[in-house]
């Protein structure tokens, strides 16, 4: 399934635009003398929305998420893989495209990791997005130039986390590698975690970018859009586990 119709569909599945959708329902409904359905999928709608765009909820969904990464320690890592996070286009400030806020959190861990172990990096990420470069080019030059950390190989033809395990296990396999630290957001990291032990290696997470709070106060109970985006890109997590799971 191409990246466009596999984002399209999971647009129509989760909020904001599935809520829409049930609360157009419900307007529908009321319209055709069907008033108690209609006016439960409105306040359903409502209901839902300002649930999910509550910080406490939203906290609370995504680290759950974040929770179902398997630390691994019967692993000995031989390389780090570091995962595309899209693409910052005609950023203004560099004159060009770069990389995301994303993925500087997530080559900064990985340069740690290499100082700290000086094993050798793979970067993975196509161009989904319709980008000039790559997103595995765009890391490299930031790794190498601004981290000063260099990467042995990169992968430029994924569009997705599964094309990035399966591409990335070729490169891998060549070069007799079967145990990594994966490199991604906590949040992604149960179904990347998952997609590449499919292929058979064994993956030490190296999340970044966990979500912690300090205290709860009223404004945890106020909805907010951020908290909206936190609570999508959780839903989005959970059902594509679901989806792998389902399908092993």
Not at 84 to 103: M, Q, R, W
Not at 219 to 238: C, G, Q, R, T, V
Request: net charge positive; hydrophobic share 45%.
């Amino acid at each position: 399934m191409s990246w466009i119709l596999t984002n399209t569909l999971a647009a129509f599945l989760l909020p904001p635009l599935s809520l829409f959708l049930l609360g157009g329902t419900g307007w529908l409904l009321l319209h055709r003398r069907h008033p108690i359905l209609g006016k439960s999928a409105i306040f359903a709608a409502i209901f839902l929305l300002w649930i999910l765009s509550t910080p406490f909820f939203s906290f609370q969904l995504i680290t759950l998420v974040e929770a179902q990464a398997r630390s691994n320690t019967n692993c000995n890592p031989q390389a780090i893989v570091v995962l595309g996070a899209g693409t910052y286009f005609s950023a203004p400030e560099y004159g060009g495209d770069t990389v995301p806020p994303l993925g500087l959190e997530r080559l900064r861990l990985a340069a740690h990791l290499y100082r700290n172990t000086h094993l050798p990096i793979l970067l993975t990420g196509g161009q989904p997005d319709g980008g000039k470069t790559s997103e595995a080019e765009l890391m490299k030059a930031v790794l190498e130039n601004d981290f000063k950390v260099p990467a042995k190989w990169i992968e430029g033809a994924s569009t997705n986390t599964r094309e990035n395990a399966a591409l990335s296990h070729r490169i891998l396999l060549k070069n007799g590698i079967d145990s990594i630290y994966l490199v991604s957001q906590a949040w992604h990291m149960p179904r990347a975690q998952q997609i590449f032990a499919k292929f058979g290696l064994c993956v030490a997470p190296a999340s970044t970018g966990y979500r912690t709070r300090n205290r709860i106060n009223l404004l945890a109970f106020i909805p907010d859009s951020k908290a909206l985006a936190e609570s999508h890109i959780a839903l989005h997590e959970l059902l594509g586990i679901a989806r792998y799971r389902l399908s092993a």
